[in-house]
């Protein structure tokens, strides 16, 4: 399968190319702004499956107005087509809302909502021409509607739960393309961006576990799931 990974160059991105890559002969597009770790990557995936292939590609995704004209080239200049996107990338500003500014709301604007959002709306084509597309979000408890709520992340959560209800309003309007679209709405997992929000704070839930639920997840369910919001957690922090 051909499958695009943004946020994959630590945490649970940079684990779940691993795993895709360890599961079979899959072509994975990884995407983040971080080029060392997504070198890091490649020799990862490498040693855990030869006959995998990752294609990594250096790009801000905050800088959503340039999808069409240079990120969306790269893309096609490595698979004809896609099967499986998985919107992963995310940035987390723990701040009492009084104190947040507006460039910081922006900012998590722009990788938590308006990035998957645009990403998915291009890449539709590539997705038609595939038997079983299936994008998949990656959101959060926090925008989970009825979950617990947590101070200083009035911004973060709320980007995440547009991010849920998008996924709903595309499961309606794509479904004659036979494109399925979930959403799943995470727990604490113990990655470097909980770990930087939440100094001391260790999740129960290590990136491997996770990664290996969200590949078999992403493989697997999209003829038995469609606009769904789903919560996978044990603990929210």
């Known amino acids: 399968m051909n499958i695009l990974i943004t946020g994959a160059s630590r945490g649970l991105g940079f684990e779940l190319a691993l795993r895709f890559a360890e599961l079979g002969d899959h072509s994975i597009v990884a995407i983040s702004r971080n080029e060392a770790g997504l070198k890091e990557l490649k020799n990862g995936c490498i040693r855990k ?6 294609y990594p590609i250096a790009f801000d995704l905050e800088m959503v107005e340039k999808y069409e004209a240079e990120l969306l080239p790269k893309i096609a200049q490595l698979i004809p087509h896609i099967d499986i996107i998985i919107n992963n990338a995310g940035l987390l500003i723990n701040k009492p809302f009084e104190s947040i500014s ?52 009035s911004i973060y959560s709320s980007t995440k739960g547009a991010l849920a209800v998008l996924t709903e309003c595309l ?41 290996q639920w969200i590949a078999d997840f992403a493989l697997n369910s999209s003829g038995l799931f469609n606009g769904k919001i789903i919560p996978v957690a044990i603990t929210t922090p």
Request: aromatic share 8%; glycine share 6%.
């Open 49 to 54: 499956n030869m006959k995998a292939h990752l």
């Open 102 to 153: 507006l460039t910081e709301t922006e900012r998590m604007l722009r990788v938590n909502f308006l990035a998957p959002a645009q990403l998915s709306r291009l890449l539709l084509p590539y997705l038609r021409k595939s038997n079983t597309p299936h994008i998949l979000n990656i959101s959060s408890m926090g925008g989970f509607q009825g979950s617990q709520k947590f101070p200083g992340l």
């Open 171 to 211: 499961a309606e309007e794509l479904k004659e393309f036979n494109i399925s679209v979930n959403c799943l709405a995470l727990g604490s997992v113990n990655t470097p961006m909980l770990n930087e929000a939440f100094p001391g704070y260790k999740s129960p839930v290590s990136a491997l576990s996770m990664a």
